[in-house]
């Protein structure tokens, strides 16, 4: 049994900063995919960001420049670094992790950008 769980989110002014992290625990033998997604009321789940296991990164053009992932394998987390937030950044942020071959989802935490 994996869980992933996620932390960090909150109320911020527009162009202010914040950073999510996703812990994942159980057994745990390999964590290939790290990525963040977000779901903004009324809209689809879209895709935010990824990291692969070798450190390779990949952005929505939405986020590029202002968001950064990262990971730290040794604490099976990953994290969003998120600068220059806007309110249109609202949303409930999701982390997916490809641990042991298969998907897995946290349960999201909620960021609200103010204008």
């Not at 909150?10 to 999510?20: D, E």
């Not at 990164?57 to 968001?67: E, H, I, L, N, P």
């Not at 990971?71 to 987390?77: F, L, M, P």
């Amino acid at each position: 049994q994996v869980q992933l769980v996620e932390s960090g989110g909150g109320l911020v002014q527009a162009g202010g900063s914040l950073r999510l992290s996703c812990a994942a625990s159980g057994s745990i033998f390999g964590i290939n995919l790290m990525a963040w997604h977000r779901q903004a009321p009324g809209k689809q789940r879209e895709w935010v960001a990824t990291i692969t296991a070798s450190g390779s990164t990949m952005y929505a053009d939405s986020v590029q420049g202002r968001f950064t992932i990262s990971r730290d394998n040794a604490k099976n987390t990953a994290y969003l670094q998120m600068n220059s937030l806007k309110p249109e950044d609202t949303a409930l942020y999701y982390c997916k992790m490809i641990v042991n071959s298969r998907n897995y989802w946290g349960q999201g935490t909620q960021v609200t950008v103010s204008s």
